[in-house]
């Protein structure tokens, strides 16, 4: 089938677009060969007609879905230009992948934003793992370079190119740190830090701010970093190539100078860097004529600090770094020396003696002002054998103090690379190999281009030749590995245009022709090249409007160069006068610099690297150096060490020229991707087999096209026999060894063949299918008539019956109605009579209630004027009683008042917390007060009423009385009363009734009120009780934050504390090798000789230091490291003055005068360790107050936001929680009190027993009481015997079969006997003795896991037991135990320290097993039968060029079986020797969180991993771990937590990815992972079938949209971080009592010489 065959209805292509380059079209019909025009749609919905010339004028066709975001472009279907950038433009923009493999080549986007990809996680994912199988990425590269190196022993080079402004030197920045990182771990030296330590230097001086990049590196570099036999880092080698010098004299717009000049003028104002009288950076000329000096984002001030830290790391001293600030300051002030003009016409200039500048930069350079001034100004000829002075003109002047200010800049460059490289030289041994990163300029085109691009572009042109031919001979050497008969594959060499540059007669012997030439011209120059190539080369033309340019035509494109200027740089000239006065400067550094220069020239290889010198004597030919010539000279050293060495290849490309973050530009990608030789890599491999496929995956994907059953056994044959019906031209495919190889399109070819296959199969199928549905439809629909005409049947009898019944039903409703009818009659006749009976019988009944509702009334009111008169007798008394209660209850509560007035005072600082509350307290209780004192002078006013209206009552009362005798008596005088008599009392009883009635009215009004103070009252009250129940509720919310805050600060510190203790421990095991390899090479030295004093490790940082001062300040461990494997013996001042004795009286350490240091060396060694333990212990202690100073900081931080107005409830809350924390601090304080009250009473029973047997005079000797019976005794001199048998010097085998815990007991024994006979020193030097003699053996046995728990269960019971018996310890828990005597708490201490540090050694061991294992056995395995890949993705087919496939690993320990059988031989360890179940379930967390990070952390970075049957097979592989920590009960203690991670990124890989529904399900599921985990997983995900399918862009689109609502606790992070350390905390269990007739010591331990007591 022919190529043009592939362009059917639907087939993607790819038209020419001016705007995107390229855009996607549809074909909407066939095309038939033979047409002139072909109809294409585009994705806009226009249709349009392409025109075509077949068959090469056909637009290119589009790849497969499936290959959309394909991470190595050489594996693509069809290889072109359009295909290569939407996969870039694919992969950048919708997958946020900067990085793709082009076959040997990374590609590498510029992402102009910071990515967290670069994290110490990450170069742990990539150590190790092969190139084939992980994301692009520069890692990636530079462990292939690694291990290539390893591997084949040869050198290894990294050629990093690219625009300015693409990331060239961030990229060899990352790769530098891969291999300090990777490189440096073996030897722990200080050179990978000296490696990384010259980033920032040499940015300083060689790199500055451009149009296209803020930190673009303005010369090119090759740095060889060394390698030693264990692919360790021992030293690194730079060399550079073509400094920009005219940047430092000239900036363009919007351009900056180097950056080391902004730095200075930036830290103008320290005191170290008045002297060099700077001001800002926009009054220096060399400085503002960019007219922008600022970078946003960058402080210069901290970059000067980090140049500082980094000349400081390489060993350059304070006044070498002064002297080069003095240099850097004096080109400053020569940029603003005025140079005046004078003389007729301008012909002569002359500088000012006042001249400001001119004094500063002859002070700074330490030469004379005056000669300095007069040279700039004039020059000396030699005219006839005579010296002339001839002055020169203001342009002449101004031109000449330029150069100088270059050739000053360039000499300082070159003298700093050259100390760069003397620090980072080997000096231990030679490097076995090298790996060399370069990082040079791209190819560049500018509106005006001169002879710095021409020299770019011609380094270019070498490296593209170079590129070319080592891809060529790749696809070569995969032929004949595969023996293939292939012919030679055509590619384009511009070996023609580099013979144009530098051939015989090209432009740079006609360059460096005309330099030579008396009056030589850029015209005269132009002329030759015109006359020389413009009619013999084709790479060469004229511009048709210019006679003083030339073109040059490129791999990459043509470029215009403006001859103007090239003669004055290729010759780079300087006058000699001023070389002569900085020769003589009084600065070394200054005279150094020039001292090696020659009279004419320079020597290729001088501190002169480019240019000559030029002076009043004819110079002789061989020292004109043209900058031409040398750079081609070092171009072709470069090509030859790069030829030496396997090329590795990183292409930077520019996204944007706008640098906005993730900004794609398609034409300015498509220019570098053409000048990079991306596409030429497209092209070398589209010239011969581009698609390869092992004869298994060719089987595998394409057997549905063969004939008949094929055996898997002969699947090569089967490929052979059945590619020839498929692809009838044999000269589009090739079969090899292993491999079938295809030409270009032949893949798709046979896709389309399978696809057309798969579709006539399908459509078969579907015929068998639809005629099995139709016949299936049929038999249903038969059956279903059968059973229609059944139920119709039933239908119609069933209606039948109901007729009969209806009828039937009719004539019982026709009876009935009838009768109901009749019925109805008499009911109504039978209901009116009834009717009339009841109204005729009620009205005589109402007739009977009227009457005797009459007399009920008569006697109702009588009973209430009795009852009246009877309750206003009983309201009074009551009135009076509750006046008496009243006035009870406010006594009683007066005096309850006063008791808590009393108590409120003792809580007065609880007051002050609710000073907002107590306010409102007081002003409700003033109002109370007052309410209440009205209400007192209310019930006074009323109790003098009711006592007036009692008094006024009892007389009327009386009065009436009076009255009533008087009328008795009057009435038996008289019978009758006269008419005003009658109005007389009628008007006093009504006077009386309405002053009752008013005072009625007046006490109900007081009662009223009184029962609305009540109610608020008890309102009140309830509020109050609310209030308190509220600020309850708030303060312990607020304790309980505090308490959670503080104990992750506690945690915090924990981790920090046990991770220095770490690398105290790292240091001092670092110490201890050190010390054994100065043994091995003193010995290896000479024989019989005494060794070097071990202080000499640690010598101070810089190798050439002044002596040991006399109040020296100790280096910190890693300046220790650094020292001790770095620095040169022979310049050591340490080596004669003793230091450890003035650094022992310094830090106030007791000598050992120990008859076991007999020593010197060794003795020397311990005081160094001594001295480093006290000098961390110092630091640690200095920290500690650095941070009580930090607390005490925010608290008064936090006192002043209290004194602040702020939320009156916040204030209340921080007061009340202050107040709790004294009260607890006193409670504390008493507690402590307490407790050493009853220790103290204790100890002074036991000394009261011992001194009355000790006065006793008849007693022999001071006898034991009777409570410290069970001891064991050691003698003195028996104790380094004790401890060698029972520790040090004890077998494997013995150790493990001692019951646990044993030799802690008897070392508990002893020392508790030691303290009981009153030796305190004997105490403490037997835990100590014990402590580091429990080291040394973990030391010894640094690899074995049973002997590291055995040590671990004996620190932590002897710590337990001292703990127990310590005189602080008040939780015993039993008080028959009587306290040492001594205290032990340093010993606790020492031995706390040391369960941490065999705890961690236990987790080291099991990690270093686990780690090779964790990915192969978690990821790689198939531990579920059936479920390998039965497909083959198209893409898989073929491995990167160049990427040697690493041999599998072993099955035995790829299997999860494998990791489960580490995990259970650490926990038969920890439970063969007792340990506490939580410390075991803190050391399984930690390791399932190496497990979870580790293969999370590969999965993210693996393609290929991110499947579905993958994540099935990682929830299988989670399970079983889960499974092993139920059967062990470990699983509470956040084991099972530490594995959520990986639980939900496999169940994402299973989830459902369509819909929104489906993303709205995954946000909810993945609470545990980050956003950028998810979506780099999504992104990520490859169907593994043809039945699977892959994630659209839209719905990674939709998840992205989602989780922008989710918040998350932790800075975004990709990778989780492996080495991240749980802080362990051991709970402290008491033991039970220790006694000697319990302990069964074995006889092989050989401790027959103690003495039980």
């Known amino acids: ?547 003083s340019a030339f073109i040059i035509v490129h791999f990459a494109d043509m470029v215009q160069y403006d001859c103007d200027g090239f003669l004055d740089k290729n010759r780079d000239t300087v006058f000699e006068e001023p070389i002569n006065i900085l020769r003589a400067s009084q600065s070394e550094l200054v005279a150094e610099l020039f001292q090696k220069e020659s009279a004419g020239g320079s020597l290729p290889n001088s501190s002169l690297a480019n240019g000559s010198i030029r002076s009043g004597k004819r110079a002789h030919r061989e020292h004109k150096l043209t900058v031409g010539y040398q750079f081609r000279q070092s171009l072709q050293l470069l090509m030859d060490t790069l030829n030496s060495t396997t090329p590795h290849y990183v292409r930077c490309i520019k996204s944007n020229d706008l640098k906005k973050p993730f900004l794609f530009d398609p034409k300015r990608a498509v220019q570098q991707l053409r000048a990079c030789g991306v596409l030429e890599t497209i092209r070398i491999s589209a010239a011969g087999y581009p698609s390869r496929w092992t004869y298994n995956e060719f089987y595998t994907r394409y057997r549905v096209l063969l004939h008949g059953s094929v055996p898997k056994d002969d699947m090569r044959h089967s490929c052979q026999s059945a590619l020839p019906d498929l692809i009838p031209d044999p000269e589009q495919y090739c079969f090899g060894k292993t491999k079938v190889f295809f030409r270009a399109g032949q893949v798709a070819v046979l896709e389309k063949l399978r696809g057309d296959r798969l579709h006539a199969a399908g459509v078969l199928i579907q015929s068998w299918v639809r005629g099995w549905l139709q016949r299936r439809y049929y038999q249903r629909l038969r059956w279903a008539t059968f059973i229609l005409q059944r139920y119709i049947r039933g239908t119609l009898a069933r209606r039948l019956a109901w007729s009969l019944r209806y009828t039937r039903a009719a004539l019982i409703i026709q009876k009935m109605y009838r009768m109901l009818v009749v019925r109805q009659l008499y009911l109504t006749i039978r209901e009116a009579t009834i009717k009339i009976q009841a109204f005729i019988r009620g009205t005589q009944a109402r007739r009977i209630y009227r009457q005797m509702l009459t007399e009920r009334a008569a006697v109702f009111l009588q009973a209430r004027v009795r009852g009246w008169q009877a309750r206003r007798s009983f309201r009074h008394i009551r009135a009076a009683v509750v006046l008496l209660q009243c006035c009870v209850r406010r006594r009683a509560a007066r005096r309850e008042l006063l008791r808590l007035r009393a108590e409120a005072r003792s809580v007065e600082k609880y007051r002050e917390l609710n000073k907002g509350m107590e306010v409102k307290l007081i002003q409700l209780q003033l109002r109370a007060d007052q309410q209440a004192r009205e209400s007192a002078s209310l019930r006074e006013t009323l109790q003098a009423e009711r006592e007036a209206h009692s008094c006024e009552l009892e007389q009327l009362r009386s009065g009436l009385f009076k009255l009533q005798n008087q009328l008795q008596e009057s009435a038996n005088i008289a019978p009758s009363l006269t008419d005003k008599q009658e109005k007389d009392r009628r008007r006093a009883e009504e006077k009386a009734a309405q002053e009752i009635l008013q005072l009625t009215q007046e006490i109900q009004a007081l009662r009223d009120e009184r029962d609305s103070l009540e109610k608020a009252r008890d309102d009140l009250a309830i509020r109050l009780q609310d209030q308190e129940k509220a600020l309850e509720e708030k303060r312990q919310q607020t304790v309980d934050q505090a308490d959670a805050s503080v104990r992750a600060e506690l945690d915090e510190e924990r981790r920090r504390y046990q991770s220095l203790l770490r690398e105290f421990t790292r240091l001092e095991q670092r110490y201890d090798n050190l010390r054994d390899m100065s043994l091995f090479t003193t010995n290896e030295r000479s024989r019989g000789h005494r060794r070097t004093d071990s202080t000499v490790s640690l010598e101070p940082l810089s190798p050439v230091s002044a002596p040991f001062p006399s109040s020296p300040v100790f280096p910190s461990p890693e300046e220790v490291r650094r020292i001790s494997v770095t620095s040169p013996t022979d310049r050591r001042p340490w080596r004669d003055e003793q230091p450890l004795n003035v650094l022992m009286e310094d830090m106030s350490v007791a000598k050992d005068t120990a008859e076991s240091m007999k020593g010197e060396d060794l003795r020397c060694a311990y005081d160094a360790v001594r001295v480093a333990n006290k000098f961390l212990e110092r630091q640690l202690l200095s920290q500690r107050a650095q941070w009580e100073q930090e607390m005490s900081d925010l608290r008064m931080k936090l006192q002043q936001a209290q004194d602040t107005p702020g939320d009156p409830e916040i204030n209340d809350l921080t007061e009340r929680v202050v107040v709790r924390e004294q009260e607890c601090v006193r409670l504390r304080r008493e507690l402590e009190e307490l407790k050493h009250t009853v220790s103290l009473r204790r100890i002074l029973s036991y000394a009261g027993v011992a001194t009355t047997a000790s006065q006793d005079p008849t007693s022999p000797g001071p006898q034991k009481s009777p409570m410290l019976t069970g001891l064991l005794e050691c003698r003195k001199k028996d104790e380094s015997k004790l401890i060698k048998q029972l520790i040090t010097d004890a077998r494997v085998e013995g150790v493990l079969s001692l019951p646990p815990g044993l030799a802690a007991r008897v070392l508990f024994l002893c020392v508790r006997q030691a303290d009981c006979s009153g030796d305190q020193t004997r105490v403490k030097g037997l835990c100590s003795a014990a402590a580091g003699a429990i080291k040394t053996a973990l030391k010894k046995h640094g690899n074995d896991l049973d002997v590291t728990a055995v040590w671990l269960k004996n620190a932590y019971l002897l710590k337990d037991l001292l703990c127990q018996h310590s005189p602080r310890q008040d939780g015993r828990g039993s008080e028959e135990l009587v306290p040492l005597v001594t205290d032990v708490q340093d010993s606790v201490r020492t031995l706390s320290d040391l369960c941490i540090q065999a705890y961690q050694q236990l987790l080291s061991i099991s990690e270093s097993r686990l780690q090779p294992i964790i990915v192969p056995a978690m990821l790689e395995s198939e531990t579920i039968p059936g479920l390998a890949v039965s497909s083959v993705k198209l893409s898989s087919g073929r491995k990167r060029a160049g990427s040697d496939p690493r041999p599998p690993a072993s099955v035995e320990g790829a299997t999860m079986s494998g990791v489960l059988r580490e995990l259970s031989a650490l926990h038969t360890a920890l439970s063969r020797q007792d340990l506490p179940s939580a410390l075991q379930e803190q050391a399984f967390r930690q390791l399932m969180y190496l497990l979870a990070a580790s293969t999370l952390n590969s999965l993210l970075l693996r393609k290929d991993m991110c499947c579905w049957n993958r994540g099935l097979q990682i929830r299988y592989n989670v399970s079983l771990l889960e499974e092993w920590l139920r059967s062990r009960s470990l699983q509470t203690g956040g084991a099972v937590t530490a594995l959520e991670p990986l639980i939900q990124a496999a169940q994402l890989l299973q989830m459902s990815k369509k819909t929104e529904a489906d993303g709205q399900a995954m946000v909810r599921a993945c609470n545990e992972l980050s956003n950028q985990q998810m979506v780099k997983i999504l992104s990520l995900y490859t169907p593994q079938s043809d039945l699977e399918e892959r994630v659209t862009l839209n719905f990674i689109r939709i998840v992205q949209g989602l989780l922008k609502g989710r918040s998350e606790g932790q800075p975004p992070q990709l990778l989780m971080d492996v080495r991240r350390v749980f802080p362990v905390t051991f709970p402290y269990l008491p033991p039970p009592q220790v006694s000697a007739a319990q302990l069964e010591i074995p006889e092989s331990l050989k401790i027959s010489f103690l003495r039980r007591v």
């Not at 089938?1 to 209805?9: D, F, G, H, I, N």
């Not at 020419?16 to 060969?33: C, G, I, K, N």
């Not at 939407?86 to 793709?100: C, G």
């Not at 020299?455 to 790749?474: D, G, M, S, T």
């Open 1 to 547: 089938m022919a190529t043009t065959e592939l362009y059917t209805k639907g087939a993607c292509v790819w038209v020419p677009d001016p705007e995107a380059v390229w855009v996607s079209a549809q074909l909407p019909q066939d095309y038939r060969p033979g047409d002139q025009h072909i109809r294409i749609q585009l994705t806009d919905g226009r249709e349009m007609e392409y025109p075509v010339s077949p068959p090469s004028g056909l637009p290119p066709l589009g790849n497969p879905d499936i290959l959309e975001g394909e991470n190595d472009l050489t594996a693509l279907t069809f290889l072109h230009e359009p295909a290569v950038l939407h996969n870039l433009r694919v992969r950048f923009l919708d997958y946020s992948s900067i990085y793709t493999y082009c076959g040997i080549v990374l590609v590498a986007l510029n992402p102009y934003e910071q990515l967290p990809i670069y994290g110490e996680e990450v170069i742990d994912a990539y150590s190790g793992q092969d190139m084939a199988d992980m994301e692009p990425h520069i890692f990636s590269v530079a462990e292939e370079a690694y291990r290539t190196m390893i591997r084949e022993e040869k050198n290894q080079s990294i050629i990093i190119s690219g625009e300015s402004g693409s990331g060239k030197t961030v990229s060899a920045k990352f790769t530098m740190r891969y291999f300090a990182v990777v490189g440096g771990a073996a030897q722990q030296t200080s050179v990978e830090e000296k490696v990384l330590a010259s980033n920032p230097i040499m940015e300083a001086i060689g790199n500055a701010k451009t149009t296209r990049n803020d930190n673009s590196s303005r010369f090119g570099k090759y740095i060889e970093i060394g390698f030693g036999r264990k692919g360790d880092i021992i030293g690194a080698n730079m060399r550079t190539y073509l400094l920009e010098k005219s940047r430092v004299v000239f900036q363009a717009a919007q351009e900056r100078n180097y950056h080391i000049f902004f730095q200075l003028c930036a830290s103008r104002d320290l005191p170290e860097l008045r002297t060099l009288k700077l001001d800002s950076a926009e009054n220096f000329h060399y400085t503002n004529q960019g007219q922008d000096v600022h970078i946003s984002g960058t402080d210069d001030a901290v970059e000067l600090e980090r140049t500082r830290n980094a000349f400081t790391i390489l060993g350059v001293q304070p006044d070498q770094q002064m002297e080069i600030f003095h240099i850097l300051a004096a080109i400053l002030h020569l940029g603003n020396i005025n140079i005046q003009a004078s003389g007729r016409g301008g012909d002569r200039s002359y500088i000012d003696a006042n001249d400001r500048s001119l004094a500063i930069f002859a002070k700074l350079l330490g030469v004379e002002g005056t000669q300095m001034g007069q040279w700039l100004c004039h020059r000396r000829l030699a005219v006839g054998g005579e010296m002339l002075v001839k002055p020169m003109t203001g342009q002449q002047a101004n031109e000449a103090r330029d150069a100088l200010a270059k050739h000053v800049y360039e000499q300082l460059f070159t003298w700093t690379v050259q100390r760069l490289n003397s620090s980072l030289r080997a000096h231990r041994e030679q490097p076995k190999s090298f790996i060399g990163v370069l990082d040079i300029y791209g190819f560049e085109t500018f509106d005006r281009n001169s002879f710095e691009q021409f020299c770019i572009n011609y380094a270019n042109e070498k490296l593209q030749q170079q590129f070319n031919r080592h891809v060529f001979q790749l696809e070569q050497e995969e032929y004949l590995r595969e023996e293939l008969p292939w012919n030679r594959i055509e590619f384009s060499d511009n070996q023609p245009c580099i013979a144009l540059i530098e051939g015989q007669l090209g432009l740079l012997d006609l360059l460096d022709e005309e330099c030579r030439m008396p009056k030589g011209s850029d015209e005269n120059w132009a002329r030759k090249l015109y006359d020389q190539h413009l009619k013999h080369s084709t790479h060469f033309r004229k511009p048709r409007m210019s006679n």
